[in-house]
């Protein structure tokens, strides 16, 4: 079974400075996805970005990016020139290749503050 | 639009009282997927379906059920309300390919007590 790790509960930053969220996961599978989940105080689960695990390039969206290290099984989310609206929890998700396995293997998420 | 809708939005019951929790989606998705969010263990699968009459147990299934007798509701069904099943409950959705986006509901806060 997969599992996926967050080992920061809390992080904060300042607005407009650069902050980097960590996770890790443990698979023995070749294909598969790696999503950023964020729930703002809404509850509402909002998709970030996502990786390929066959792509080396890292996936960006826009202030949002990830430094994918598939040897060492890292996830790592930077949110570039923070803002006030990306406080939130933040959840890393692993989702396997195959079309048997679509659910998501979610870590325990990283509670962000940013601060004005 | 296309959308997944969770009912009731907050729930309190009693324990050892049965309790169903509605979820609708409107992407004609076939698979569907019930997660709980408890602190600290980010969220669970509890069940899921890939199509009408198909269901399977996930991580955390004891306690529950679901039905699938048509694409667009996976209700999910407490039998017997434990104070352990506090929780919040999402719902999500999404189509066969596993690269594709999964869309959550907007959640339902379930209060045991």
Redesign the interface.
């Given at each position: 079974a997969q599992t996926?790790t967050?080992s920061q509960?809390e992080m904060s930053v300042q607005e407009a400075e650069t902050v980097t969220l960590s996770c890790t996961y443990d698979t023995s599978e070749s294909d598969?996805?790696l999503f950023w989940y964020k729930q703002p105080p809404?509850?509402?689960?909002i998709?970030v970005i996502?990786q390929?695990a066959y792509k080396q390039q890292n996936a960006t969206e826009n202030r949002f990016s990830v430094n994918f290290q598939k040897a060492a099984k890292s996830f790592s989310l930077k949110i570039s020139d923070s803002q006030l609206g990306d406080a939130a929890m933040y959840?890393c998700a692993y989702?396997?290749?195959?079309?048997a396995?679509?659910?998501?293997?979610?870590?325990?998420?990283t509670r962000l503050m940013v601060k004005p | 639009d296309a959308e997944i809708t969770q009912s009731p939005r907050h729930k309190i019951t009693e324990t050892g009282r049965q309790v169903t929790l509605a979820c609708h989606q409107t992407w004609n998705h076939n698979?569907m997927?019930w997660?709980r969010q408890d602190l600290?263990?980010?969220?669970?699968?509890i069940h899921?379906s890939?199509g009408v009459q198909d269901t399977n147990k996930?991580e955390v299934s004891d306690g529950y059920s679901v039905s699938r007798s048509n694409t667009e509701d996976l209700p999910l069904t407490l039998e017997s309300a434990a104070s352990s099943q506090t929780s919040?409950y999402?719902c999500?959705s999404?189509s066969?390919?596993?690269?594709n986006?999964?869309f959550?509901g907007?959640?339902t806060r379930l209060t045991v007590l």
């Open positions: 996926v967050q509960p598969y996805y809404s509850r509402q689960m998709l996502r390929e959840f989702r396997s290749g195959n079309n396995g679509n659910m998501l293997t979610f870590g325990g998420g | 698979n997927f997660y600290g263990h980010g969220l669970r699968l899921y890939y996930g919040v999402f999500a999404s066969l390919s596993a690269y986006e999964q959550f907007p959640g």
